[in-house]
C-alpha cells in the first residue's frame, strides 16, 4: 500500500531554535513566514507528486506561532488519504518550545499527540504528553507519559527551526549535533550529521546548500527509521530547498517551491 505517513513528512522538515547555537541565523532574524513544498513520490520510473505541505509561522511580541499542514494529492486519496496538521508554540527570545501538537489523520485512523514543556527545574526539560487514538470515531487508546530531558528538547515541529540556526559555517565534516526530541509517547535522540556545502538539484536547477543527515534513536541506541537528508540554503533565510526520506515502497522528496 502506498503511504506518505507524517512522521516522514515532519521529520524531514525538522526545526527549532537553541540559545546556545550561534549562527547567521538567529530569533532576531526571523520573521513572520509561509513556505511551500511540494511532495514527491519516487519508485523506479515512477516520479509523481503525492502531496503538498505547507509551513507557516507568525511572529507576536513573545512568541512564535507555527503550523505545518500536509496533504496528499486527489490521486494518491484513493489509495491512502492523508490530512495531517502540526502545531506549536515557542519563545520569541530563543525559539524554546512551548507547546506542541499532532494531528495526524490517515486512512481510517486518526491520533491526536500534545506536547507541553515544562521548565521549572533548573537544567532540566520536562514535558506532559498525551497520546490519543481514534478508529473509526472511537477513542480506542488514551496514554498519557511524562518525558524528561537534560538541558534541551525539541518535537517535531520546532526542530525545523533547530537545524536552521546551526554554525554550518564553523562546522567540520562529518561533525555532529545531538538533541533530545519528544512525541505523543516516547523520547528519542536525533542526531544531525553535517556533510558540508554541495549543489542540489532543485527541479533542474542547482543551489549551494548544506547538507545534512538526520538519525532517530531510541533510549537504548536503536534506530527507530531510516535516516533522512536535507539540503539547506547557504543564505541569511537557511532554508531546506530539499527533504528525502525512505518508504516501505520507493521513497519520497520534499521540494521547496516558494516563501511568503
Sequence with gaps: MFRI????????????????HVSA?????????????????KWGLINKQAGRATLTLKQTPTQYMASLAARSEPWADR???????????????????????????????????????????PGIVKAQCTRKVFKKGVLKV??????????????????????????????????ETRIDIFSGKRKELLTIKYHGVVDANLD???AKTYYITFTFTSENG???SDDMEAWISTDADRIPLRLEGKLPVGNVHCIFTGKQ
Design 142 to 175: 488514551d496514554q498519557q507519559h511524562e518525558l524528561e530531558a537534560d538541558s534541551a528538547a525539541i518535537d517535531m515541529l520546532s526542530s525545523f527551526y533547530y537545524m536552521r540556526t546551526l554554525p554550518y559555517p564553523d562546522m567540520r565534516k562529518g561533525q
Design 25 to 41: 541565523f538567529t530569533p532576531a532574524s526571523l520573521k513572520s513566514e509561509t513556505l511551500t513544498y511540494k511532495v514527491m513520490f
Design 222 to 224: 536503536k534506530k527507530t
Design 5 to 20: 505517513p507524517i512522521r516522514t513528512i515532519s521529520a524531514i522538515l525538522l526545526a527549532i531554535a537553541v540559545a546556545t
Design 204 to 206: 533542474g536547477t542547482t
Design 79 to 121: 489509495i491512502y488519504k492523508v490530512r495531517d496538521t502540526l502545531n506549536g508554540r515557542m519563545t520569541a527570545a530563543d525559539f524554546t518550545p512551548l507547546f506542541y501538537e499532532k494531528i495526524a489523520n490517515e486512512g481510517s485512523e486518526r491520533k491526536h499527540d500534545i506536547v507541553r514543556y515544562n521548565y521549572t527545574s
